[in-house]
């Protein structure tokens, strides 16, 4: 690669002059002078990429991604993917979102899961797949490398919130509590916590949550939170501290929010700048993941800014813990009838693929000889990754491609039955494209 080039292409992003580095990377990736090293490809066309969102285009940007993935010598595969699902979002396309957000996911040389699995909460949210955003909020306020899970707890409290579970909601917006956050997020935070215990039919508390998030005189309540707020001063005004029953309807548009949890934010500051739909703080200096340069000088975005202050990790730890007991433990006729598990269906079946033999994974209804004729279907394999997916309420299917040792591409189809809230394994077979 012309390094040369490639620098002077650096230097007017840096710089933000974005025409001028689109067309120096452009020029760069076909310059045929210089040979592109492996890899070289992927990361030009991951910054042409960048470039082509910083200009508002982005139908351009995926077709400078999907290139960049093309090349599996690139080392920032996952950041790719991550960037590919923001882009699908901006555009409301949440679907083929939540699939690029995974494919970060699965990338285990990808550094900051915890941010796809916080995107993808989001789109699953635009979705209204409230169970499954709450599982992925979940997950990224439980990794350890999150400077701030509170994003993630505030949002995972907006999961709840729609699934008619406002204690629970009121149970993770206490956890974020627990960590630095700016004034405005903490008042909207009160805010929703006190329409959480309306809902609950808790109205002293709601009273208390209200006025602490006007307490500082710099946050204002919405229509929806206001009126929570007076229904709460009334009730404990007229002797009504408690409800007996809590509200059996609650609508997620009701709370202080928009549905995905946070504000939502242009990609600069531009009057014309592109809307992200997403969950970002204000001090983020951008929304995509930038394409690594091999310089210390390098410019790093969507780092945020603000540090989380931790009171203790096993305060931490107790805490988001305690919220993913919550989730599960009345939870199990949700888990059913979305056709989740724990573990999910999609891992029961990497670890039939890593060790065919082992007992663990299999239904009880299967013997001994009906385990070894699947396990001798099978090539083992760790790397195996899952291809798709059916299910209903009770069984399943999960497509896996492994690899046999030839290097030749193997398919399976894996049946699986219900066990209570996980699944086992009642079956295997070869799967061919005609198939599918």
């Known amino acids: 690669m012309n390094n040369e080039l490639f620098q002077k292409a650096r230097s007017s992003y840096v710089a933000k002059d974005f025409e001028s580095a689109l067309a120096q990377f452009t020029d760069c990736l076909q310059d045929h002078e210089i040979a592109l090293e492996p890899g070289e490809m992927g990361l030009l066309y991951h910054q042409i990429g960048n470039c082509l969102v910083k200009l508002h285009d982005p ?23 991550y960037n590919l699902g923001m882009v699908y979002a901006s555009q ?32 699953l949210l635009k979705l209204g797949k409230s169970a499954e955003a709450g599982a992925a909020f979940r997950t990224a306020a439980l990794d ?42 903490r008042n909207k935070l009160f805010a929703n916590m006190g329409q959480a215990y309306v809902s609950a039919g808790k109205n002293e508390k709601a009273v208390r949550a209200f006025e602490t998030s006007l307490a500082d005189k710099t946050y204002v309540l919405n229509d929806a939170a206001n009126v929570d707020y007076q229904r709460a ?22 709370l202080d929010v928009p549905a995905d949890g946070m504000p939502l934010q242009d990609v600069d500051n531009s009057a014309q700048a592109t809307t992200v739909m997403q969950a970002v703080d204000p001090s983020e200096s951008g ?15 969507g780092q945020v800014a603000m540090k989380k202050k931790r009171r203790g990790g096993c305060l931490k730890a107790v805490i988001v813990l305690l919220v993913l007991v919550i989730l599960a ?9 979305q056709g989740l598990g724990f573990p999910s269906k999609e891992d029961v079946a990497l670890d039939l693929m890593s060790n065919p033999s082992s007992e663990d994974v299999y239904a009880s209804s299967l013997d001994a000889t009906a385990r070894q004729q699947i396990a001798d279907t099978l ?16 069984t399943a299917k999960v497509y896996v491609e492994a690899t046999a040792e030839g290097g030749s591409t193997v398919n399976y189809e894996i049946d699986l039955v219900r066990d209570g809230i996980s699944w086992k394994v009642s079956g295997a077979s070869f799967n061919f494209a005609s198939q599918q």
């Open 144 to 185: 350890e490398r999150n400077p701030d899970p509170t994003r993630a707890l505030l949002n995972l409290g907006v999961c709840f919130m729609a699934l008619n579970r406002p204690l629970d909601a009121v149970a993770s917006y206490e956890s974020a509590l627990q960590f630095e956050m700016a004034p405005s997020t």
């Open 233 to 254: 001063v009334a009730a404990v005004a007229s002797g009504v501290a408690e409800e007996a029953e809590p509200e059996q309807e609650n609508d997620l548009s009701g």
């Open 329 to 337: 433990v009345g939870g199990t006729a949700l888990v059913i009838t």
């Open 287 to 301: 929304f995509f993941e930038q394409a690594s340069a091999n310089s210390e000088n390098f410019a790093e975005w």
């Open 59 to 81: 139908e351009e940007a995926i077709r400078a991604y999907t290139q960049a993935g093309f090349d599996k010598d690139y080392d920032s595969l996952g950041a790719v993917s």
């Open 92 to 123: 409301h396309d949440y679907e083929d979102a939540v699939e690029y957000f995974k494919k970060a996911i699965d990338d285990k040389s990808y550094p900051t899961p915890f941010k796809a699995y916080q995107a993808m909460g989001n789109a």
């Open 379 to 394: 090539v083992a394999d760790t790397t195996a990754t899952v291809k798709g997916d059916s299910v209903t309420m009770t």
